[in-house]
């Protein structure tokens, strides 16, 4: 058993049994600290795991093949510690608003994290269901943290009740896949899976599966939870689910469709299906979003919309989709936190996140001002930013596929009325910071630094990779190359 491949892992689960312990040891007034040095730690892995010292860049199998490590897992195990960092540094600047158990949100921010890197380098179904419960249990707390707020509870109950049956799907679609073809590995299910293609019962138990997945995305129908979840949760652990958990979906959607399932979209019924789920999810996200003040709900539903976005690329069945929705993920990844940095400073002590409280940011604070509205821009996919680009390309591998299916060219068709749909929501944030008055008493936001460093580096990174996707892109197109299509 190769454990050295578990490197990114192991590193993450000790840094967080170190923040225990560190709290054990550590008087009160310091506990807010273990969030910045387990940002730094979490950075630290991410350098030295792009440097690819340690073996943290080695490829290969661990646990009996339920384990893998490849250019594709990477790509997301680097994407999953950035994201670690931006929360963390949001959560410390957070921190007032918790009147308890400071450093054990810190943990379970970074036991989120294991699981979704165990997630990303799930190659069987096994591994598959551990992955989700270790990140889905952490983020049932994170979710209710502010127990003395009603909408944080209820967002933790919801999202419980919900995820326990997005759980309840998984086991008995794992439990009708192995029933029927005495597989778990995704290796080996790809290899006999031509004579259970047509089977109805190894097809119920595969859309029982990604029906959990759906939930993951935020996908329509299992979308019912994002917009009250994302408004009730502390801000930090909105940013979680909006960004990791969405990312950690989409690699678990990807490896098991691609690898373990390669060649069943080519089924007629399941594409169209994917297809229906892909446009019902772009047009309810936008539509629920239109008349939404509340600032983190307006995201829960605009997050819907995006899993629409990124399931165009999956449906696309090609090279070209899948390194769409690998650009896609990280470009809204970086977009989305840089919104909520923004919300969880500038709002943090109002009663609500509602749009007007961002009235006349221009003035009291230039640079989140700038990074709210490229998050918003970038958002409805408006050129040169990273949204757009990203949109680009998954619009792009429809398009290619016109050929196979007329379907394509009507759901390319529903990606461009979503845009559209969008900018007036997006640009009614927009309004709000440069042509609405300061709300009265309303004062110049003074920004820690780290804050300061994280808006700044959303900024840069959506117009960098609006206007210099290369780098970026053929980092996607190396991952996607992993993938069986």
Known sequence: MNVGLLTHEIAVAGLGVLLLLADLWLPASCRRALGWSAAAGLGLLLVLSVIGVFGLAATGSALGGMFVQDEFSLFFKRLFLLIGIFVLLMAVEFSDRF????????????????????????????????????????????????????GSVEAGVKYLILGALSSAFLVMGIALIWGLTGRLNFTELGMVLARFSENPLFLSGVVLVLGALGFKLAAVPFQVWAPDVYEGSPTPTTALLAAGSKAAGVAMLLRLLFTGLPGLLESAALLTLLMVVSGASILYGNLGALGQQNLKRLLGYSGIAHAGYVLLGVVACNAAGQTAVLFYIVAYALTVLGAFVVIGWVLRHLPTEHISGLAGLHQRSPLLAATVTLSMVSLAGIPPLAGFFGKFLLIRSLLEQLHAHPGYGVLAGVGILGVVISIYYYFRVIRAVYWEAPQMGASEVALPQSLRFAAAFSLVGMLYLGLFPGRLLHWAEQAARVLAF
Do not use: K, P
């Open 99 to 150: 009147s308890a158990g400071l450093s054990e949100y810190y943990v379970l921010m970074v036991f989120t994290l294991t699981g979704m890197m165990l997630a990303a380098s799930a190659n069987d179904l096994l591994l598959l269901f551990v992955s989700i419960e270790l990140m889905t249990v952490s983020l049932y707390i994170l979710t209710a943290y502010q127990r003395t707020r009603r």
